[in-house]
């Protein structure tokens, strides 16, 4: 089917009221679910609910690029959290399914299963990825004056927020409302991901799953199943990159073996010294309350942040305006048939 052939008369079509008096039902049952920070729900709220007509002055351009693209990135944000919960979820009930030599019965295990949980894990990595990203990029817009060179508007990631943690922002006693929110936020956000000063270990170990399954996909981290006393069986990821567990193999003849008892503890060193100490479903428990806790706490102050400069009546950032559009791009492909 080509465009032009769908071009015919017709009335400009949405899905959804462009001016909204409540919440939208997608919204309201994130919230109620549970599935998304309250505080996201908050500032979708401050925000009156993206009503094309109720934009703040400070995002008001006449083309409404400013108010919409902060919709754009609301909506992704909540949208990264309901989906990365669908999978945690999918993970979760995975976990049974998956083969271990106990299961003689091949009815007690399905011979996917553990594809099928590497492939949710990639995806779940990768959405929460994208959240943090989304709301750097919601910091960078909101605060486009303040931080335009720590975390550039339109190419934010969460890499840049963190490292703008690392810097004293400190600005005195005397602050200018931008600068008391902008400095609020800093410390909230240091006191729930930098509070040792430093950036912590399990972060580190979250940019490299998300890096290295986002370019070398689902299969390239692989697990170890290892079985507690009461004989349950547990996952546990790597912390290494590259793992390369096939480097610990060696051949030898049957009369040369070395004593099971020092192969076993052999093995034993390389688990512990190459794989995290939990297994893999506390683990993203763990990290989904982690992430959540940051975007809780970073849309809390951007929804007091989004009120007070309403309530202050603030410009159009102008700036944030043309650096959007700065950073627009255009692909000239129309069609295969016009190579």
């Not at 409404?64 to 993970?91: A, H, M, Q």
Request: charge should be negative.
């Amino acid at each position: 089917m080509k465009l032009r052939d769908c071009l015919s008369e017709f009335d400009f079509v949405y899905k959804d009221p462009p001016r909204r008096g409540r919440a939208a039902d997608i919204w309201q049952a994130a919230r109620l679910s549970g599935r998304i920070p309250e505080s996201l729900f908050v500032f979708y709220s401050e925000a009156n609910y993206f009503s094309l007509d109720a934009g703040p002055p400070f995002l008001s351009d006449p083309g409404r690029v400013l108010f919409s693209y902060l919709e754009v990135i609301t909506n992704g944000v909540r949208e990264s959290f309901e989906e990365g919960d669908e999978l945690l979820k999918r993970i979760v009930a995975l976990e049974p399914r998956v083969y271990t030599p106990l299961k003689a019965d091949r009815s007690e295990w399905d011979s996917d299963a553990a594809q099928s949980q590497r492939r949710a894990l990639r995806y779940y990595l990768l959405n929460m990825s994208a959240a943090m990203d989304l709301f750097s990029e919601a910091v960078s817009l909101i605060f486009a004056k303040e931080v335009a060179s720590a975390i550039p508007l339109g190419r934010a990631h969460f890499t840049h927020l963190v490292s703008w943690l690392k810097a004293d922002v400190s600005v005195g006693s005397m602050l200018a409302p931008t600068e008391g929110q902008l400095e609020k936020l800093h410390r909230d956000l240091r006191e729930v991901i930098l509070a040792e000063g430093e950036e912590p270990e399990w972060l580190r170990l979250f940019r490299l799953y998300r890096n290295k399954l986002t370019h070398l996909g689902a299969g390239s981290v692989i697990d170890f199943r290892l079985q507690d006393a009461d004989g349950s069986f547990y996952a546990f990821l790597p912390r290494v990159w590259p793992f390369i567990w096939q480097s610990g193999i060696n051949y030898s003849r049957e009369d040369q073996l070395p004593p099971r008892a020092k192969a076993s503890e052999r093995l034993r060193r390389t688990i512990e010294n190459n794989c995290i100490h939990i297994d893999l479903l506390e683990f993203l428990r763990n990290l989904d309350d982690r992430l959540r806790a940051i975007v809780d706490r970073g849309f809390g102050v951007l929804a007091e942040t989004l009120n007070l400069f309403t309530r202050l009546d603030l410009p159009l950032n102008e700036e944030a305006l043309e650096t959007l559009q700065s950073k627009a791009r255009a692909i000239e492909f129309k069609d295969f048939d016009d190579e």
